[in-house]
């Protein structure tokens, strides 16, 4: 079999670079597409996984419109060149691959506020594929599964940290707390926000008084000459390692939010998709005791206080992480059938079909398909 495989993001690499590992150990071709935005090249790299970069996209609004057109010119080229036989993506990119090459189309999804990217994917893709706390009906052909992307890579059963990185963000044997700050630079994030210039400070000056703060600042706009942080400078594949020692994550993002939490590290996030309609799998993780969400900048700086002062606060964040994590499938793992068997996802073992009541979901018929 020919995989095209699309990674827009580097959660997307984290999201599909052991599974494209495991086809080609199988002796499946695989090509990656990817988009040279942050550090998703990268990251592809170091997990030498074969790929072909179809454009660029920086963290301002509005880059990604910009350069639409030129990115769709390259994928037409490069999908039709690879001529595969299964698409795998995220959205629009993918299904309209899909489309043009008239190839089967798996995406896998867990944004609900992207509606416009739902809206001109959907129609081109043969099966969506989401998390079971996604709250939106995507139609006869959405599919769910226990656990989150980021399953895919955090899960018990493929996730290995490696507790020497704390020689290489110098921190010793000292207690650490990471600042993910947004650039929120997305398509989805436009008229959101996270933390201002000064909440972050404010932020930064009251959690270094418990622990060394390192920052990764997506914008790559802080001045850390003026305040009492360092930034992450170590490899960007070494991030989870970092993740699981530290003390506290706090972050305005959602993806690194999500990531800590399955870590088992104390979490908070905060930024205005928090409330009464914020995402599926951030309600999830917070009734399971997994990420605090809060939108109110003093809510944040007293628990993160009092997370720190607390030095049983991280052996409760594991006892929860691995009581939960136990129901959860190994998203990998699933990818895998899913790309052996992509006419009859409803099969595939941990896949179930999502049922027309809102936020339920029910186990298919053996061997159910999609739709055509």
């Not at 020919?2 to 090509?31: K, S």
């Not at 090459?101 to 959907?122: K, N």
Request: net charge negative.
């Amino acid at each position: 079999m020919r995989y095209l495989v699309f990674t827009n993001t580097p959660a997307h690499a984290h999201l599909y670079r052991n599974a494209v590992t495991e086809l080609r150990e199988q002796g499946h071709d695989v090509l990656v597409l990817a988009r040279d935005y942050g550090c998703t090249v990268a990251l592809l790299e170091y997990y030498d996984l074969p790929h072909e970069v179809y454009g660029r996209c920086e963290t301002t609004k509005f880059s990604l419109v910009r350069r639409l057109p030129g990115h769709y010119v390259r994928i037409v080229r490069l999908a039709r060149s690879f001529d595969p036989d299964l698409i795998f993506g995220m959205g629009a990119y993918a299904a309209h691959a899909g489309a043009v090459t008239r190839t089967r189309t798996i995406l896998v999804l867990d944004s609900e506020p992207t509606s416009v990217d739902h809206l001109i994917s959907q129609p081109f893709a043969d099966a969506l594929v989401t998390p079971a706390a996604f709250r939106k009906d995507l139609g006869a052909n959405h599919f769910v599964f226990d656990g989150f992307k980021e399953s895919a890579y955090l899960h018990p059963d493929v996730v290995e940290t490696d507790p020497t990185v704390r020689d290489a963000l110098g921190v010793g044997d000292n207690p650490y707390v990471i600042c993910r700050f947004n650039a929120f630079g997305s398509h989805h994030d436009v008229g959101q926000s996270g933390f201002s210039p000064a909440e972050r400070e404010r932020l930064i000056e009251a959690l270094s008084e418990s622990a060394t703060v390192l920052v990764s600042d997506e914008g790559d706009e802080m001045d850390f000459d003026s305040v009492p942080a360092r930034p992450f400078d170590v490899h960007p594949a070494r991030m989870h390692d970092a993740l699981a020692g530290a003390s506290l994550v706090v972050a305005d993002t959602q993806t690194i939010a999500t990531e800590a939490a399955l870590l088992g590290t104390p979490t908070i996030r905060s930024n205005s998709f928090v409330g009464e309609s914020d995402m599926g799998n951030f309600v999830e993780l917070g009734e399971a005791g997994l990420l605090e969400n809060l939108r109110e900048t003093d809510a944040v700086l007293d628990l993160a206080t009092e997370i720190l002062a607390d030095p049983e606060s991280k052996n409760r964040w594991r006892r929860r992480r691995d009581d939960y994590l136990a129901g959860t499938v190994n998203l990998s793992a699933l990818l895998v059938e899913l790309a052996l068997h992509p006419d009859t996802p409803g099969a595939v073992d941990g896949l179930r079909r999502r049922t027309a009541r809102e936020g339920r979901t029910e186990s298919p018929t053996e061997g159910l398909g999609v739709e055509p």
